[in-house]
């Protein structure tokens, strides 16, 4: 599947193999005894934690530290405070997801200005530019994964329905091409179908968006959810209410995949591949700590997944079997 | 239309009649003063503007009730207590900024200092003119719903991808310049101007991207530097003295249209070195099997792009490398020649093929500094951009706000408190709303994005 978006700044995205290790850099960084901080905007998401384990595996293949990793827990605050106190660790280089675009420039800012490699994953602030700022931006095709949940729920649709998108409140470069994206795919192949947006600033407050949403749309027939974790909030609040409203969302979460399995009311997920993700972020950091060029922005396509693959998605980008309730849940084993 | 530079050279003279404090033009000097950073305090504005105190007071107070200014932080005492700063109130409004290319559209969001917000970027296909003024009226409609306060909108400052010739003398755009063939009947100006209801603005993506990379990427500090954009059309911007070079009618750098030849053949640079080039021979490559790799890219997408090519050339293939060495060996001719006329201190190439592609800036490299006088190279810089289409997006909003503070604009706005209550303004966007189609009854809403 090709890689349909832009970058932050409308860079062309570079496949992961732009980044490739030979085995004379992976010698090369083994001979630096390399320190390495991540610093995460949550650890709470399965997506979080599969991409800091891509990271941290392929680090230490090339005989890099890990001397740090921090979860934000979606906070400015934290975030700043974490990346100042690593600046005082002196770290060879830092990964971030930055969680927002504007409060926390000025501490990745410092990060570079000190001479310390920032690679920076999902989001890049506005104002930050590739290979001055910061070495390279390492995410999903997010522009993809917005048209692949739109495709997904479309096939769910009645003629002339209206669809709830329920996004993210905070100017975020991949949930905002996820919303562009979903919105424009309805617009060019369901012309019938209206799209009718809330937002939700954390979360907590998912749930309760979306049940005002369907409150004040009536003819609301089905709902994207522009992430796995917000849409369990959802689920939550709108099962008792709408039993038979499809959703489509985005990543692999536990509880999202198990909804799809189990023919609950999540229709279809665009995944990601944050294993694969994570290692293409080790792999650019290293790169830029042999001081090669690094391409701007390295983007890795989405996944469509649906009840018929659900399995075969989760064994990618989990790497272990899938658990029983779901093989279950797919008849593909007998409960006893 | 003056400059940033010119609105701050405008000073008064001493002893005469002072027309400059009627109330109007000397809030604009007030302003402008504030704006440009060249007085940060009541003090400061006294001496660099040479008003009296009461002048100062009167002006700054009624900028204040426009909420133009305001004084809420104080600067470092100098013995006695610590004045009061007096600051440019930037988020008064928003200025929305567009860049539209042969292949992609960006849309962003900047403060009144021309400093970007937001931008968001996407593949568009531009030859449909009403599905792509669609797009960016969806966009900007996105654009500005997305903030929490619905802020006023003053302008709208777009990047396109062709010379953009314009009457010089007015304020801003009414009807939409033929910068491509047939985009004067698109209606992108006439519908912007109706939608959003603010001025439009309108340059040429190679002039705007120049202006950004001067004020926000690698020509920062730069008193001369020469631009480089490499897509289908190959076009350059100069900077000169530290300011981008307009020309008589805004036509700079269509180096594109310049006959080069390679290897027996003849043609514009645009034709032989450009990104359809690129892709024509990438594609026969494809097809006779010459490449493999892109022979494979070929099989899967069932199309070959100039990135095709120029990912293929920068992950070793033999066949792609050729045909981009070929582009930037003419194009590195043609820049070598600007160098030696214009001894620029920095080149920077940009654009989507320069973006992609490391073989294509080396093979620059050596043709410009092999082809250059000594004295030339000696301290030249060439670099790739790393700014992408941002640049025109910083550019194009770096015009939005310098039209928008220009003292001739401005006086005629200042008082009512914004651009978009001027009357003349008014009175011309009544012109258009008269002239539409009469099956069209009143402005359609923005569509939702």
């Known amino acids: 599947?090709?890689?349909?978006?832009?970058?932050?700044?409308?860079?062309?995205?570079?496949?992961?193999?732009?980044?490739?290790?030979?085995?004379?850099?992976?010698?090369?960084?083994?001979?630096?005894?390399?320190?390495?901080?991540?610093?995460?905007?949550?650890?709470?998401?399965?997506?979080?934690?599969?991409?800091?384990?891509?990271?941290?595996?392929?680090?230490?293949?090339?005989?890099?530290?890990?001397?740090?990793?921090?979860?934000?827990?979606?906070?400015?605050?934290?975030?700043?405070?974490?990346?100042?106190?690593?600046?005082?660790?002196?770290?060879?280089?830092?990964i971030s997801l930055p969680v927002d675009n504007t409060t926390v420039t000025q501490a990745h800012l410092a990060v570079s200005a000190a001479g310390i490699k920032l690679v920076l994953i999902d989001n890049a602030p506005t104002g930050m530019l590739p290979g001055k700022d910061y070495a390279s931006l390492v995410s999903a095709d997010n522009y993809g994964l917005g048209k692949i949940a739109a495709q997904l729920l479309s096939d769910h649709l009645p003629a002339d329905a209206a669809v709830g998108l329920l996004a993210y409140d905070a100017d975020f470069f991949a949930s905002n091409e996820r919303e562009i994206a979903f919105?424009?795919?309805?617009?060019?192949?369901?012309?019938?179908?209206?799209?009718?947006?809330?937002?939700?600033?954390?979360?907590?407050?998912?749930?309760?968006?979306?049940?005002?949403?369907?409150?004040?749309?009536?003819?609301?027939?089905?709902l994207f959810v522009v992430w796995?974790?917000?849409?369990?909030?959802?689920?939550?609040?709108?099962?008792?209410?709408?039993?038979?409203?499809?959703?489509?969302?985005?990543?692999?979460?536990?509880?999202?995949?198990?909804?799809?399995?189990?023919?609950?009311?999540?229709?279809?997920?665009?995944?990601?591949?944050?294993?694969?993700?994570?290692?293409?972020?080790?792999?650019?950091?290293?790169?830029?700590?042999?001081?090669?060029?690094?391409?701007?922005?390295?983007?890795?396509?989405?996944?469509?997944?649906?009840?018929?693959?659900?399995?075969?998605?989760?064994?990618?980008?989990?790497?272990?079997?899938?658990?029983?309730?779901?093989?279950?849940?797919?008849?593909?084993?007998?409960?006893? | 239309m003056l400059s940033d530079n010119a609105a701050a050279n405008q000073t008064r003279s001493k002893g005469r009649p002072r027309n400059s404090e009627s109330a109007a033009a000397s809030l604009v000097d007030v302003l402008n003063l504030v704006r440009l950073g060249h007085a940060t305090t009541r003090q400061e504005l006294e001496r660099v503007g040479e008003y009296g105190r009461a002048i100062v007071?009167?002006?700054?107070?009624?900028?204040?009730?426009?909420?133009?200014?305001?004084?809420?932080?104080?600067?470092?005492?100098?013995?006695?207590?610590?004045?009061?700063?007096?600051?440019?109130?930037?988020?008064?409004?928003?200025?929305?900024v567009v860049t539209l290319d042969q292949s992609a559209v960006g849309v962003g969001l900047a403060d009144l200092h021309g400093q970007l917000i937001s931008e968001h970027h996407e593949i568009?296909?531009?030859?449909?003119?009403?599905?792509?003024?669609?797009?960016?009226?969806?966009?900007?409609?996105?654009?500005?719903?997305?903030?929490?306060?619905?802020?006023?909108?003053?302008?709208?400052?777009?990047?396109?991808?062709?010379?953009?010739?314009?009457?010089?003398?007015?304020l801003y755009l009414l009807e939409t310049p033929d910068f491509l063939p047939n985009w004067d009947r698109s209606g992108l100006v006439e519908t912007l101007t109706q939608r959003f209801q603010a001025p439009v603005w309108m340059r040429s993506n190679v002039e705007t991207m120049t202006m950004g990379e001067l004020h926000g990427g690698a020509g920062i500090g730069q008193q001369s530097m020469l631009f480089v954009k490499i897509g289908q059309r190959i076009g350059a911007g100069l900077v000169s003295n530290g300011h981008t070079y307009h020309g008589a009618a805004g036509a700079v750098g269509l180096i594109g249209h310049l006959p080069v030849t390679f290897d027996g053949s003849a043609g514009s640079l645009d034709a032989m070195a450009g990104a359809e080039m690129i892709k024509t021979r990438g594609f026969a490559a494809a097809q006779s099997g010459e490449s493999a790799h892109l022979a494979d890219t070929l099989a899967r997408a069932g199309e070959i792009s100039a990135i095709d090519v120029c990912q293929a050339a920068q992950v070793g293939d033999e066949v792609s490398a050729?045909?981009?060495?070929?582009?930037?060996?003419?194009?590195?001719?043609?820049?070598?020649?600007?160098?030696?006329?214009?001894?620029?201190?920095?080149?920077?190439?940009?654009?989507?093929?320069?973006?992609?592609?490391?073989?294509?800036?080396?093979?620059?490299?050596?043709?410009?500094?092999?082809?250059?006088?000594?004295?030339?190279?000696?301290?030249?810089?060439?670099?790739?951009s790393q700014m992408s289409s941002s640049a025109a997006l910083l550019g194009a909003a770096k015009t939005a706000a310098e039209a928008l503070f220009d003292p001739t604009f401005l006086k005629d706005w200042i008082t009512l408190g914004s651009p978009c209550l001027n009357p003349a303004f008014l009175q011309a966007q009544a012109s258009l709303d008269a002239n539409k189609p009469q099956s069209d009854e009143g402005p359609p809403p923005p569509p939702e994005i």
């Open chain 1, 228 to 336: 796995d974790t917000p849409c369990v909030e959802v689920i939550k609040a709108v099962s008792p209410r709408s039993k038979a409203l499809p959703i489509s969302t985005v990543d692999l979460g536990q509880d999202v995949t198990t909804n799809l399995a189990e023919g609950g009311s999540v229709i279809g997920i665009a995944g990601q591949r944050p294993f694969q993700q994570g290692e293409a972020v080790a792999k650019t950091t290293i790169t830029a700590l042999l001081n090669r060029p690094c391409p701007d922005w390295v983007a890795l396509p989405g996944l469509s997944v649906t009840r018929s693959n659900v399995i075969e998605s989760y064994q990618y980008v989990w790497r272990k079997p899938a658990p029983r309730d779901i093989l279950i849940g797919l008849d593909v084993l007998r409960s006893s």
């Open chain 1, 183 to 222: 919105s424009q795919w309805m617009e060019i192949n369901r012309p019938d179908v209206a799209v009718k947006t809330a937002r939700f600033p954390s979360i907590d407050s998912a749930g309760n968006a979306a049940i005002r949403l369907i409150d004040a749309e009536a003819d609301i027939a089905g």
């Open chain 2, 57 to 96: 007071a009167d002006r700054l107070a009624t900028l204040k009730d426009l909420r133009l200014v305001h004084e809420s932080a104080t600067g470092i005492a100098t013995g006695g207590r610590a004045p009061r700063l007096v600051q440019f109130a930037s988020d008064r409004a928003r200025l929305i």
């Open chain 1, 1 to 94: 599947m090709p890689v349909v978006g832009l970058g932050p700044h409308g860079e062309r995205a570079s496949p992961p193999e732009r980044v490739t290790l030979l085995p004379q850099d992976i010698a090369d960084a083994r001979a630096k005894n390399l320190r390495v901080a991540i610093v995460m905007h949550t650890l709470e998401s399965d997506w979080s934690r599969h991409l800091v384990q891509g990271v941290v595996g392929q680090l230490g293949e090339c005989g890099a530290i890990v001397i740090d990793v921090v979860d934000c827990q979606f906070s400015a605050e934290a975030q700043i405070a974490a990346l100042d106190r690593l600046r005082g660790e002196k770290p060879d280089a830092i």
């Open chain 2, 322 to 384: 050729e045909i981009v060495a070929q582009s930037g060996k003419l194009i590195g001719g043609v820049v070598a020649t600007l160098a030696n006329m214009l001894n620029p201190q920095l080149i920077v190439l940009a654009g989507s093929i320069a973006q992609t592609n490391d073989i294509l800036l080396a093979s620059i490299r050596e043709t410009v500094y092999g082809a250059s006088h000594p004295l030339v190279t000696r301290d030249l810089r060439i670099l790739r």
């Open chain 2, 124 to 170: 568009i296909e531009i030859t449909d003119q009403t599905a792509t003024v669609d797009r960016i009226c969806a966009l900007i409609n996105w654009m500005m719903t997305r903030q929490a306060d619905a802020p006023d909108l003053w302008g709208i400052s777009i990047a396109v991808p062709g010379p953009v010739l314009t009457d010089p003398d007015s």
